[in-house]
């Protein structure tokens, strides 16, 4: 199995609060990683460090084998990471449409070193036609040209999660994916996700809350607790697992 995200001995702290405390974290190509805990117990802290987000005050972080830990956020999205954020971050007052060409233009842009700019924004028919399969593929045909502030919440997170492929990662990262949606919305998005894992071939990481979305991704589990990781490994090993039971899925 090959390895694409290896973290060693991670601290971060906020203040005088300690939120991630010698995490060791590894990420194997093609699995879909899921990260579970109880709220504050550092997910979305694990999440803004891995993708560059936040820097962490110690410890090392490899992309691919190479060393970022570094490297902004955005020199390790040209390293092929893709991430969506517990509140959607969208171009509120433009369609799905405009939002999905900005990305697109985002990608292309930086794959050629030139900076964005929607001065001289004149999409090519190529770029067109790819937010248009983007809209298909993510069932966001009906929200036609509506400003994306508008959306419903679940097509908000459908949005970001194509902006997030538009850029064409290799590892997409989506912390709490559902938050927020009913039952129905969630079983969807839970299709949604799968569909486009295979589509893309992506390396996925997660984290949630619901543990059904979460048995019904995961194929690796991890759960972090007060900033600790108590348990990794195959979900119904850990499931099992007496500690995991009494910290966390026994408060469910
Ligand atoms: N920017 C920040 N400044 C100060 N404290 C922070 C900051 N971000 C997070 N924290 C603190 O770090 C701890 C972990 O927060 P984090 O958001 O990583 O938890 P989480 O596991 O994602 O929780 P949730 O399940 O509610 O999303 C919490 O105590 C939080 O208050
Ligand atoms: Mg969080």
Known sequence: MTQIMQARAMCK?????RVLENVDFELDEGEAHV???????GKTTLFRCLSGETRIDSGTITLSGSDVTALEGWQRVKSGIGR?????????????????????????????????????????KAVLEEAERLIGELGLEHTSDD???????????????????????????????TAGMSPSDRAEAVRLISQVRDTYGLTLLLTEHDMEVVFGLATRLTVLHQGVIIASGQPEEVRADSRVREVYLGQH
Do not use: C, W
């Open 147 to 177: 400003a994306a502030e508008n959306l419903s919440h679940g097509d908000k997170k459908r949005l970001e999660l194509a902006m997030s492929l538009a850029l064409k990662p290799k590892l997409l990262m989506l912390d709490e994916p």
């Open 35 to 41: 990260v579970i805990g109880p709220n504050g117990a």
């Open 13 to 17: 702290s906020y203040g005088p609060v």
């Open 84 to 124: 969506s954020f517990q509140v959607a971050r969208i171009f509120g007052g433009m369609s799905a449409f405009e939002n999905l060409i900005i990305a697109i233009e985002t990608r292309e842009r930086n794959k050629n070193g030139l900076r964005f700019s929607l001065r001289h924004l004149a999409p090519r």
